[in-house]
């Protein structure tokens, strides 16, 4: 191509961009500026000199300004595109600061070995606004008090609101989609004015009487008007009825006696008021008390800005349109006032403009109700709402009139619980958390209550969506209407899985724990040269210790042993190890020629329990001790429990006894040795568990073996039933508000 023609394409390809409507911003790969066409600078209010060779990050609000560089590295990187090829809406940043709406399209070029980005802006900022101003009249028209009908242009009605229901008695069902002709009562007169201005595509707007379906006459201000499309075609017709009825009766006697209106005005709930044409009050009725708390002459002359808060003033102030344009009635606008005393008060105000015979405005007439009860109630039901949905249970509510209760809400947590997301679970029933283990006794228990329309508490198995179970908590509640009918069942869903689980622990541990005290000794044990007390303390969540001393003869035999675990098994073995050890002991005691002392005890307990002990993967520890009382001579053997303490009658310190000897059920056929000490009147023998040696305080510090026998020693001249019970308060005191983590046994000797 020559000179001249590139020249003359480029002109060209000027001229087009600069009548774009829609922005042009090209780019290089470092987001440099290269191409800012006239639509993007009035977009953005830069001028194009401003721009080019400055990072296309000046256009965008942060934090996006600052990571744009960093979207452009990565894509060069990795070729993952996540906005280049597509159009989406982003947020645009003007010369002035200001934030606004944006399309933006990225497109990528290459040319001359160099990669160029173009995008393409359009801004979204009238776009949104009149979605939301749609938005806004599509609502305004549904709950306007005012009928409103609309008809496509052959008269077919396709639209009435419920002010249009109400007014007429007819049913939207009866209305919608039909095109009546004369069958109805009503129907020759109202839709023969529509057919007219369908007809002559024109507009009408009066007074009707029209008659209701139940037959009632009613008196409207109506109006039909063509709606038309940007061509000028009439889409659709627009009928509005505004009930006039009551103003119609009441013209009259309101011309006739002004006074007449006062009296009303003064006996009627409703605070009436009338305005001049600035807003200045020239009447007010006497419930401006009971509202506002001023007195009708207080409010007289004011401007009633001068009665809202200042932000409710400051927003009315800004939001009223011209004079002219305000001159039209209005309706339910809501209001807040500063009371006398201080507080706020909302109303939803009623106005109309009286004009004059020339067609001035006058003044305003218009009514305000006091709705803030009801403000209070609303914002309190959305208090209400924003907690159901933050409840850490399950709720759910279920339609009560359709088959099967499916469900019309359900809150986060239960979708938590269960597993089954938020759309899973409505329009369904709770019915599909059962399962194969579900108690059929506590379904039939849930249909009975609701066939009853009675409230419902049980728990019962349920299982989650990936088919785990779990026990649900679940109460039931009806929830009835005015008439007593009931429409919906709220249910409450908790799971209680752990917590039933530490309930069926805690039982069974309270088991063992009585299993374990129904062993022990009832009484202490006085003999001419012995005096023998004990005490076991099982901790709140566990009980595996166990003690006992019983004689024959001039014979005692004293045992302290702990069995691994904390369970019914546990306490069951520790019954068995007690049967089989008393049998033990009578038959050396029965025998005593035979020579035996407790080493063969242990020895024989050892294997009789070896089997039960390895199949329930449980050992004990025992430290057993056979006294003499003639001779005050103490036979003691170890199975792998704390060395016992003797105190010599005189002596500060304690002296550990201590034999080898393995635990109980490790292996068949150990041998356990056996050792013998002579004890003295005054001589104390101490043997307790690992529980009083390794209780800790709340710094982490153990009571330990230095401490006891300290303690020990200190407490000689009780009598062994105070030595333990001295031994376990001072335990106590120790541990402080740590709450003792093991049983606590002891068991104590004192010669005579």
């Known amino acids: 191509m020559s000179d001249a023609g590139r020249r003359d394409s480029e002109a060209t390809l000027r001229a087009v961009l600069n009548t774009l409507v829609d922005g042009i911003v090209v780019i290089d790969d470092k987001g440099i500026i290269q191409l800012f066409t006239p639509a993007a600078e009035r977009m953005f209010g830069y001028d194009a000199d401003e721009v080019l060779g400055r990072n296309v990050g000046l256009l965008m609000p942060s934090p996006y300004r600052e990571e744009h560089d960093g979207y452009i590295a990565r894509y060069l990187r990795t070729g993952e595109p996540r906005i280049i090829g597509i159009g989406r809406e982003v947020q645009g940043r003007r010369k002035n600061g200001r934030v606004f709406p944006v399309h933006l399209a990225v497109g990528e070029l290459r040319m001359d070995q160099r990669r160029w980005f173009v995008g393409v802006t359009r801004d979204l900022t009238s776009r949104n606004q009149a979605e939301d101003r749609l938005l806004m009249l599509s609502s305004a028209v549904d709950q306007s008090p005012s009928g409103v009908l609309i008809a496509d242009p052959q008269g077919r009605i396709q639209y009435v609101n419920r002010g249009f229901t109400a007014l007429t008695g007819y049913g939207a069902e009866e209305l919608v989609g039909t095109r009546p002709g004369v069958a109805r009562a009503g129907d020759a007169d109202r839709?023969?004015?529509?057919?007219?201005?369908?007809?002559?595509?024109?507009?009408?707007?009066?007074?009707?009487?029209?008659?209701?379906?139940?037959?009632?006459?009613?008196?409207?201000l109506e109006s039909i008007t063509p709606i038309r499309s940007a061509t000028?075609?009439?889409?659709?017709?627009?009928?509005?009825?505004?009930?006039?009825?009551?103003?119609?009766?009441?013209?009259?006697?309101?011309?006739?006696?002004?006074?007449?209106?006062?009296?009303?005005?003064?006996?009627?709930?409703?605070?009436?008021?009338?305005?001049?044409?600035?807003?200045?009050?020239?009447?007010?009725?006497?419930?401006?008390?009971?509202?506002?708390?001023?007195?009708?002459?207080?409010?007289?002359?004011?401007?009633?800005?001068?009665?809202?808060?200042?932000?409710?003033?400051?927003?009315?102030m800004n939001a009223l349109p011209s004079s002219k344009a305000s001159e039209k009635p209005f309706f339910r606008l809501i209001n807040r006032y500063r009371h006398n005393d201080g507080h706020e008060v909302?109303?939803?105000?009623?106005?109309?403009?009286?004009?004059?015979?020339?067609?001035?405005?006058?003044?305003?007439?218009?009514?305000?109700?006091?709705?803030?009860?009801?403000?209070?109630?609303?914002d309190e039901l959305r208090v209400r709402n924003r907690a159901i949905e933050s409840a850490s249970v399950g709720i759910n509510i279920a339609d009560a009139q359709s088959k099967?209760?499916?469900n019309v809400y359900v809150n986060p947590a239960l979708s938590r619980i269960t597993g089954y997301s938020r759309e899973e679970l409505l329009d369904h029933s709770m019915r599909m958390l059962q399962g194969a283990e579900t108690d059929p006794e506590r379904i039939e228990e849930i249909r009975d209550a609701i066939r009853a329309g009675q409230p419902c508490q049980l728990t019962i198995k349920n299982y989650r969506k990936d088919g785990t179970p779990f026990w649900n908590e679940l109460l039931i509640s009806p929830v009835k209407d005015e008439a007593g009918v009931i429409t919906h069942y709220i249910g409450i869903q908790t799971d209680v899985t752990e917590r039933r689980r530490a309930e069926e622990e805690r039982h069974e541990l309270e088991i063992a724990k009585q299993i374990q005290l129904s062993l022990l000794p009832e009484a202490p044990l006085h003999l001419a040269t012995a005096e023998i007390a004990g005490l076991c303390v099982p901790a709140t969540h566990v009980g595996g210790d166990y003690f006992d001393y019983f004689h024959r003869g001039d014979l005692v035999d004293m045992v302290i042993a702990d069995v691994s675990g904390h369970s019914v098994g546990a306490a069951l073995i520790m019954a068995e190890a007690r049967s089989v050890l008393r049998a033990e002991a009578r038959r050396t005691l029965a025998e005593p020629a035979s020579g035996e002392g407790v080493a063969p005890i242990l020895g024989g307990i050892n294997d009789m329990?070896?089997?039960?002990?390895?199949?329930?993967?449980?050992?004990?520890?025992m430290f057993y001790v056979r006294y003499d009382c003639r001779t005050r001579r103490a036979s003691y053997a170890n199975a792998g429990h704390n060395f016992a303490l003797l105190l010599r009658s005189g002596e500060r310190s304690c002296i550990p006894l201590d034999a080898d000897g393995l635990v109980l059920g490790v292996r068949k056929g150990v041998a356990f040795e056996e050792k013998?000490?002579?004890?003295?009147?005054?001589?104390?023998?101490?043997?307790?568990?690992?529980?009083?040696?390794?209780?800790?305080?709340?710094?982490?510090?153990?009571?330990?073996?230095?401490?006891?026998?300290?303690?020990?020693?200190?407490?000689?001249?009780?009598?062994?039933?105070?030595?333990?019970?001295?031994?376990?308060?001072?335990?106590?005191?120790?541990?402080?508000?740590?709450?003792?983590?093991?049983?606590?046994?002891?068991?104590?000797?004192?010669?005579?």
Not at 191 to 206: A, T
Not at 209 to 220: L, Q, S, T, V
Not at 609 to 621: K, M, N, V
Not at 702 to 724: D, K, N, Y
């Open 404 to 406: 099967g209760l499916p």
């Open 346 to 378: 909302y109303t939803e105000s009623t106005g109309a403009p009286i004009f004059g015979e020339r067609g001035e405005l006058i003044k305003w007439r218009g009514v305000d109700h006091d709705i803030t009860s009801r403000k209070r109630y609303e």
């Open 232 to 316: 000028g075609e009439v889409t659709h017709y627009l009928v509005i009825q505004q009930d006039i009825t009551e103003q119609k009766r009441d013209k009259e006697a309101l011309t006739e006696s002004e006074e007449r209106f006062r009296q009303v005005a003064e006996m009627a709930g409703e605070w009436l008021w009338e305005q001049d044409p600035e807003g200045h009050y020239l009447y007010s009725s006497g419930a401006v008390r009971a509202i506002l708390g001023f007195d009708p002459e207080e409010v007289r002359g004011k401007h009633y800005f001068d009665l809202l808060t200042p932000e409710d003033r400051q927003h009315w």
């Open 676 to 752: 013998t000490v002579d004890l003295k009147a005054g001589d104390w023998l101490l043997l307790y568990t690992d529980g009083v040696v390794e209780a800790q305080n709340g710094e982490g510090e153990f009571f330990g073996t230095a401490r006891l026998c300290h303690q020990f020693s200190t407490r000689r001249s009780l009598e062994p039933e105070a030595m333990v019970a001295g031994l376990l308060a001072e335990l106590r005191a120790f541990a402080g508000k740590s709450p003792l983590r093991d049983d606590v046994s002891m068991v104590a000797l004192r010669a005579r």
């Open 191 to 220: 839709f023969g004015r529509l057919r007219h201005v369908i007809r002559s595509q024109g507009e009408w707007r009066g007074e009707v009487r029209d008659i209701r379906k139940n037959g009632e006459i009613y008196w409207a």
């Open 609 to 621: 329990l070896h089997e039960d002990l390895s199949g329930a993967d449980l050992f004990i520890t």
